[in-house]
């Protein structure tokens, strides 16, 4: 079923469950330590933030203005339920506890939870996102959940969905995106059709809650 749609507005209310914090608690996995994003990162996150390509693929742009970059460090760790990656131990290409990147879940009420993932490019190719991504997943699952109302638009939902619907992680990621693709897809979630946001064309990808 296509999550294509001519109404991209159109909300309905739904009642579902959801992390009751954004604290995501620290984790390990063989090569990485995640744990929540503290001042003292700015400066590595912010250089991460000015890398052209990285930011452009992560959709939002290279951030060239402190000012700016630093609204948007202040908000992921507010707003967002992520943290920040880090090398757990020495590599050939890091050192440990190295800034790598960040990830997690966009999470507001009106928009189901959506995973992103970012790092930065000198650790690409080695499988680390993955690696990120199956840690995280571990630890979002089993974090406790509450029962959440929010207003969501249909084109995130399947077509009959309305009321109580089943708690999922969705990632939306551009078509053009193999490589975030081929991430979401090694953990896991499924393809669930083109959708249109803003005038641009993603695949919505998700993962219903294994609970
Ligand atoms: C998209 C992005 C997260 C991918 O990160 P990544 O770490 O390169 O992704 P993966 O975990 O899939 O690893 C890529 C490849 O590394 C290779 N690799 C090398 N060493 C590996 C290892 N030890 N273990 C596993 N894979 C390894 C594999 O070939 C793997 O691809 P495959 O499993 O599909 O064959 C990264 O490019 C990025 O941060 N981009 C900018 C921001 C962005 O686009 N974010 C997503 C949208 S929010």
New binding site residues.
């Given amino acids: 079923m296509s999550a294509s749609t001519s109404t991209p507005n159109l909300a309905v209310a739904i009642t579902t469950t959801g992390p009751a914090s954004r604290h995501v608690p620290q984790f390990k996995t063989e090569?990485l330590l995640c744990r929540p994003l503290v001042e003292e990162d700015w400066p590595e996150y912010h250089k991460m933030l000015q890398e052209e390509?990285?930011?452009?693929?992560?959709?939002v742009g290279p951030m060239l203005f402190p000012r700016a970059a630093r609204a948007y460090f202040n908000d992921q760790r507010q707003d967002w339920a992520s943290v920040g990656i880090f090398a757990r131990k020495w590599d050939d290409d890091v050192a440990e506890g190295e800034f790598i990147?960040t990830?997690g879940v966009y999470w507001s009420k009106d928009r189901l939870p959506e995973?992103?993932?970012?790092?930065?490019?000198k650790?690409?190719?080695?499988?680390?996102?993955?690696?990120?991504?199956n840690g995280f997943l571990e630890v979002w699952w089993n974090m406790p959940h509450i029962t959440i109302d929010m207003c969501v638009e249909t084109k995130f939902l399947d077509a009959e969905e309305r009321g109580v619907v089943p708690e999922r992680l969705t990632?939306p990621?551009?078509v053009d995106?193999d490589?975030?693709q081929?991430?979401v897809k090694?953990a896991g979630f499924s393809d669930r059709g083109e959708v249109t946001i803003y005038d641009e064309k993603y695949i919505l990808f998700r993962l219903f809650s294994p609970k």
């Avoid at 390509?53 to 959709?59: F, H, L, R």
């Avoid at 995973?115 to 490019?121: A, G, H």
């Fill in positions: 090569r390509q990285t930011m452009i693929n992560a959709g990147g990830g995973v992103c993932y970012v790092l930065k490019q650790f690409w190719g080695k499988g680390r996102a993955t690696e990120f991504l990632a990621i551009k995106r490589d975030s081929n991430v090694k």
